[in-house]
């Protein structure tokens, strides 16, 4: 039997910029994105043979090109840097992460000190960092531990990476909460994150799961929040990106009967639906038969 977690695959962000970029690839024989535009390798191949090109820096962007701003969103001086080269500029940056934007600059406006909870190699917190006022500084925390190193400030604003987990972001709080003497949160963790957390907890727990097959890019940040929260719900968990790394862990799947899927926000429906087929057709096969 095959229990799907209640929320899994594209969020809304990045299906409304799948969705730009597919739209603008009707319009234009090919259109750009500065890096990659979700965290799905088969879903950028998928898009890439429609016509997408990716550069790692605007400076690759040709003058009058078409350029999709991904879900992650851009600092300010990138897009700058793309307006003065003359592209034509479609800004698909998730709206969770916008107000994430909007509040970091806000708050560096109004003299704090800016930390942010995520991954500094993240490009979303690389485009949130290029929204705050130099002079108010910022700095990233990775955790709890990365915390205790922040230097005392008179005031703080704390603002999340939008996939971090809500306890995380609490006891970073907790932590700042003695750095300062005033401190503001602000909880820019987007719904869909945790919606996803929640039912990956809830498939477990409401479940006599034998395993949870996790679909999703090994890049993405949300996902391997997933996996994190399976794991420390006991639950024995198989990361796998495509229906070919499930064939390679076929073994995994033997004298399981009871299996869970969850998949991350940048996992599109229709790999979800491959690697759902290949477990269902599995578990069809008698026993003693080989499904080959």
Not at 64 to 79: K, P, Q
Not at 249 to 270: D, H, R, V
Request: net charge negative.
């Amino acid at each position: 039997m095959i229990v799907m977690a209640e929320h899994a695959g594209f969020c809304f962000g990045v299906r409304r910029a799948v969705d730009g970029i597919t739209d603008a690839l009707r319009r234009n024989s090919e259109v750009w994105t500065i890096g990659l535009p979700i965290h799905n390798p088969q879903e950028v191949a998928r898009l890439e043979a429609l016509g997408l090109r990716i550069a790692s820096s605007e400076s690759e962007i040709p003058p009058g090109a078409v350029v999709i701003i991904r879900a992650h969103g851009e600092a300010l001086g990138v897009l700058a840097s793309l307006k003065a080269r003359g592209v034509t500029v479609e800004d698909m940056t998730c709206p969770f992460v916008k107000k994430a934007q909007d509040k970091a600059a806000e708050l560096s406006r109004e003299g704090y000190y800016v930390v942010l909870l995520g991954d500094k190699n993240h490009p979303e917190i690389k485009g949130i960092l290029g929204h705050v006022n130099d002079s108010a500084g910022a700095e990233v925390v990775a955790d709890e531990n990365e915390a205790l190193n922040v230097k005392h400030h008179t005031k703080i604003a704390l603002v999340s990476q939008t996939t971090q987990r809500e306890e995380r972001l609490e006891r970073v709080a907790g932590i700042l909460t003695g750095k300062c003497t005033e401190l503001h949160v602000c909880n820019t963790i987007c719904k869909a994150t945790s919606q996803r957390q929640e039912a990956a907890r809830k498939l477990v727990r409401e479940n006599s799961l034998e395993g949870v097959v996790l679909i999703g890019g090994k890049s993405s940040a949300n996902t391997g929040k997933l996996r994190d929260i399976l794991e420390s719900e006991g639950v024995n968990v198989l990361w796998v990106e495509d229906e070919r790394d499930l064939e390679a862990e076929s073994g995994w799947l033997e004298g399981k009967n009871m299996i869970g899927i969850a998949a991350g926000a940048s996992t599109p429906e229709w790999l979800i639906d491959k690697v759902k087929n290949i477990i269902a057709a599995k578990q069809e096969v008698p026993r003693g038969l080989s499904n080959s």
